[in-house]
């Protein structure tokens, strides 16, 4: 320990001391993770995740990290604090190695208070940060990684004589901006301040239009709390449409001289949430939009600021007028960009999945209290923020983990007794906001009751693809109707993994091809339209995001992103944008491999459009084509090798492009090459460039008594493309492979998985097929005897060799009576 510290005072010797103004960003630190003595300088916003939550040993580290700045003060009579705006997830603070305090919970910004603490010239302050599971601390158990980290940013602020209080990370200052008629509205200030000596000041509150020019100027006399009421006439609304603000400008005078500021952008506006939909400003608004995890490929949960605002802006281009911050409050400035940009917001305290039992539960619920009063206090003030909620699928784990009796009415008896008050707190604390719960697609949230609880409940519904077909959402809405006849309801989820390296002619259920994706939710969409009191869906999820137990298509990622973790949109981005705002989009194509490897020259293309279009497919220009959901299927057909394709508008106007080259397969020529998928019906695109098509797509390759195809979803170590090897087709006899005469390279693909370990989200996933690992040990190639590898679990290995079939036919067998299983098969001819 001592060896560590010494090293870490010669490392900040490197560090450049900060010099506190009013308001200084600490930024440059030294950092090291307790299990260790290595120390690095780092950056904030930083996470010690980044690297262990993508790689291939499972789990990540769960521990402390410290780190350790100097600042330097010049005034040590003047009032200091610090300000976090997020550690994930518990923090212990020192300034000189005296202990100033902790905070509990990751995702709420907090102060201390550290006049107390410092000195004139340099001081150095340490932050220890632990993330390691804890049973009193939300969230005990979610699909998100959790990354260590003083992930958000930090600053030391100066404060005069008298100011405003700091209260739950935020200014204690509450602005309520009233809509009474169209033109008219109340503003009510109420503030707190610290003012010792009790000392008279004037507080001065003014009102700047979107123009910056002043509309209201009022000014009060006082020593402590105020409020301060207006009344206003000709107001701007806000709206998603016209995200009108005005500012807000609250001062504390004294003698004239300016002792403190509070500047927030404000609206004006009044939304009801009833069972014949969501109104904003009396108008009627089907509220369509996302969810939004925090975290981005290459960052972790640390990602700069500016980037975060981006997410925003694209949700906004999308077309969605709504967006549900899940599962935890995010950094404040993502309610500010919603305020500008228009996005109404639903926001909520991290309690997924379970609360616990035994002696944990007390501990556990009042730092979920913290938590909702902190949330609302450092959000209080947005008009975006509108829906505020404190539970996601609370009873998941219970539902699956099958606890005994007792220990199910303990979990029921804490839930319900934590969800009342945080309901309580929240209709007190944010009066003229909405209370919501999300619910996983369970009865136990209306048996328990819990479910009429908030104002309005969100319902994560995953039919087609956790369970059952996608038709079937609208026959669960229909009977939650019928039972509950005044309940809004919000699709607060919904969504299927993609991966934009998949395809799939006939597209099903878990097969993480982005033709499912858009099949899913243009059932999703025309189900919930119509439906008037189903005001409101979320996407399940605006972006790919990191869940570090997940082993999909790739591992380490919920790919239920309608754009890509690094935010490329997915085709279905773009389908949301026709159906949102056809009017400025432009129609384009479905994004294609850059090949077709077929044997046949026709293709079925999509093109996302609202609207009536013109298709040239090289030379030829085919009818106008209508689309229906906001896709045009056209079968068309292709010349071997580069074909270009061009869709119009009605008018002739170029709108998009799409180059496909026809790769015919064969094994006529040198170098012909295929690349066969023997365990799905997916077609693969590889990093390489490489297109793997599934057997059946083959005509010349003949599997004999395959019965089984099996599928895990577990990380395959070593490669990138686990699409390939998480499947197989098991209990094969024989592969005939018909060949005209010469000499071929042959690989052969296998992996080795067990059954699968479902996941909490795969509740009603069917199970695997058994029978596996039946693989011989030993295969004939021809006349060729291989001996297989013995392949580790969840590794996958290949082997290569030459053959030259004597009559046309390469045959793969096992010995006799025996069978085996294969994922891929790549032949090349010399
Ligand atoms: C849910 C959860 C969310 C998961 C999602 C999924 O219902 O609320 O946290 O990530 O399902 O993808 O399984």
């Known amino acids: 320990m001592r060896k560590s510290f010494s090293v870490f005072f010669m490392l900040l010797l490197f560090l450049k001391t900060v010099s506190i103004a009013q308001k200084t960003e600490l930024k440059n630190w030294t950092f090291a993770l307790s299990k260790d003595t290595t120390l690095v300088k780092v950056t904030l916003p930083h996470t010690w995740n980044l690297k262990d939550a993508f790689d291939e040993e499972p789990g990540y580290y769960k521990g402390v990290g410290i780190y350790t700045t100097d600042f330097e003060i010049q005034d040590n009579t003047k009032r200091y604090y610090i300000l976090f705006k997020g550690v994930n997830q518990t923090a212990n603070v020192w300034i000189n190695d005296q202990f100033v305090g902790q905070h509990i919970g990751g995702y709420t910004a907090f102060q201390f208070p550290i006049s107390a603490f410092i000195q004139k010239g340099k001081n150095r302050i340490k932050v220890a940060v632990d993330n390691t599971y804890n049973e009193q601390i939300p969230p005990l158990d979610a699909d998100f990684t959790f990354f260590g980290g003083i992930y958000r940013q930090v600053f030391i602020e100066e404060e005069k004589t008298i100011y405003f209080a700091k209260k739950f990370g935020a200014d204690a200052i509450k602005i309520d901006a009233i809509v009474n008629t169209s033109t008219n509205a109340k503003l009510k200030i109420f503030g707190e301040l610290v003012n010792k000596a009790k000392q008279q000041i004037t507080i001065k509150f003014s009102l700047f239009d979107a123009l910056n020019k002043l509309v209201l100027q009022k000014r009060t006399i006082g020593r402590s709390d105020f409020e301060i009421e207006s009344l206003l006439s000709k107001i701007e609304l806000w709206s998603p449409s ?331 981005f773009y389908w949301y944008k026709t159906m949102l705002d056809s009017s400025t989009t432009k129609s384009r194509f ?151 005469s010469g000499k071929y390279r042959i690989e052969l693909h296998w992996s080795n998985f067990e059954d699968g370990k479902k996941l909490a989200y795969e509740l009603s996933k069917e199970s695997n097929t058994s029978n596996q690992h039946t693989i011989s040990d030993i295969l004939f190639v021809n006349n060729t005897k291989l001996k297989l590898p013995t392949i580790d679990k969840f590794n996958f290995d290949t082997i290569t060799l030459e053959v030259s079939p004597a009559k046309n036919s390469i045959s793969i067998k096992a010995p006799k009576n025996n069978l085996f299983s294969i994922s891929g098969l790549i032949i090349t001819k010399f």
């Not at 008009?383 to 009796?405: A, C, H, Q, W």
């Not at 008037?532 to 082993?551: C, H, K, L, P, Y």
């Open 590 to 740: 479905f994004k294609e491999f850059p090949a077709h490897v077929s044997t046949s020259n026709t293709k079925q293309i999509k093109i996302i459009t609202n609207k009536t279009v013109v298709l040239k497919v090289n030379d030829t220009l085919l009818d106008k084509l209508i689309p229906r959901n906001g896709i045009i299927t056209q079968e068309v057909e292709l010349l071997e090798g580069q074909n270009l394709l061009k869709v119009y508008s009605e008018s002739m106007v170029l709108e998009d492009t799409l180059s496909l080259d026809w790769k015919k397969v064969q094994l006529l020529h040198k170098d012909d090459k295929i690349a066969v998928n023997f365990g799905s019906e997916i077609s693969f695109l590889e990093d390489k460039g490489q297109i793997w098509i599934p057997v059946a797509d083959v005509p010349f390759i003949n599997t004999k008594e395959s019965t089984k195809k099996s599928s895990t979803s577990t990380n395959i170590r070593g490669t990138d493309n686990d699409p390939m090897y998480q499947s197989m087709a098991t209990n094969v006899k024989e592969i005939e492979i018909t060949v005209p």
């Open 242 to 572: 016209k995200p009108y603000l005005y500012t807000a400008k609250v001062e504390i005078l004294h003698d004239d001289q300016l002792l403190d500021t509070f500047e927030h952008k404000i609206g004006f506006r009044k939304f009801e949430a009833t069972v014949n939909g969501f109104k904003i400003n009396d108008k009627p608004l089907k509220l369509v939009g996302v969810n939004r995890h925090q975290d981005l490929e290459g960052f972790g949960n640390a990602v700069p600021l500016k980037l975060q605002v981006d997410d925003l802006v694209k949700i906004k281009e999308m077309g969605s007028n709504f967006l549900r911050l899940a599962h935890y409050p995010q950094d404040q400035e993502i309610y500010k960009a919603a305020d500008s940009l228009g996005l109404i917001l639903w926001s909520e305290t991290p309690i997924v999945n379970k609360v616990p039992t035994g002696t944990d539960y007390q501990m556990f619920e009042e730092n979920a209290i913290t938590m909702q009063r902190e949330h609302i206090a450092q959000n209080y003030n947005h008009p975006s923020l509108v829906f505020i909620g404190y539970m996601n699928e609370i009873f998941l784990r219970m539902v699956f983990d099958k606890p005994t009796e007792k220990v199910k009415m303990e979990i029921i008896n804490n839930s319900l007794k934590l969800a009342k008050k945080l309901e309580a707190l929240t209709r007190e604390e944010a009066p003229n906001h909405i209370t919501v719960m999300a619910l996983h697609g369970n009865q136990i949230y209306n048996d328990t009751e819990i479910a009429s609880i908030p104002m309005v409940i969100g319902w994560n519904l995953y039919y087609g693809w956790y369970e059952g077909v996608i038709d079937e959402l609208g026959t669960f809405l229909d009977k939650e109707h019928i039972k509950f006849p005044n309940r809004p309801l919000i699709i607060s989820e919904y969504g299927v993994g993609s991966d934009i390296r998949i395809r799939n002619n006939k597209p099903q259920k878990f097969d993480f091809s982005e033709d499912y994706q858009l099949e899913y939710h243009q059932g999703y969409w025309n189900q919930v339209m119509e439906r008037d009191f189903v005001i409101g869906m979320t996407a399940w999820n605006f972006a790919d995001f990191s869940s570090e137990f997940r082993g999909d298509t790739k591992p380490h990622i919920n790919q239920k992103g309608l754009v890509n973790y690094d935010r490329t949109p997915k085709n279905i």
